[in-house]
């Protein structure tokens, strides 16, 4: 089964940014689906962007439009969220995760990255 490795969370103050990303260990196709989750303590994991491996094409929760931007490297089998503008609501533990096909839904993504903090200080 595909490992993911995320990288890059941390403490960033109000307005800042960050960007994380996530590295599989195995080849992926473009029928695949490539997402960010978030989620904290008490609440259910919620989709935050998402990426078609194949063509590029990109979702976004409106709470984010405008201000994350997901991308993905093909060759480093590798994708990435790049977060401006951080606000305290953008706080969480932040999951990267694998589907074969768009969705939004975590039940429908098998493979999960391990997750990786995101604090903001207000």
């Known amino acids: 089964q595909v490992q993911l490795v995320e990288s890059g969370g941390g403490l960033v103050p109000v307005g800042g940014s960050l960007a994380l990303s996530c590295a599989a260990s195995?080849?992926?196709?473009?029928?695949?689906?490539m997402a960010w989750f978030r989620q904290v303590p008490g609440k259910e994991r919620e989709f935050v962007a998402g990426?078609?491996?194949?063509?590029?094409?990109?979702y976004y929760a409106d709470s984010v439009k405008g201000r994350f931007t997901i991308s993905r490297d093909r060759a480093k089998n590798t994708w990435y969220l790049e977060m401006n503008n951080l606000k305290p609501e953008d706080a969480a533990l932040y999951y990267c995760?694998?589907?074969?096909?768009?969705?939004?839904?975590?039940?429908?993504?098998?493979?999960w990255g391990q997750g990786t903090q995101v604090t903001v200080a207000s």
């Open positions: 990426i078609r491996w194949g063509t590029g094409s990109t």
């Open positions: 195995e080849r992926r196709y473009s029928s695949h689906f």
């Open positions: 995760a694998q589907g074969n096909a768009y969705d939004t839904s975590p039940s429908s993504f098998r493979n």
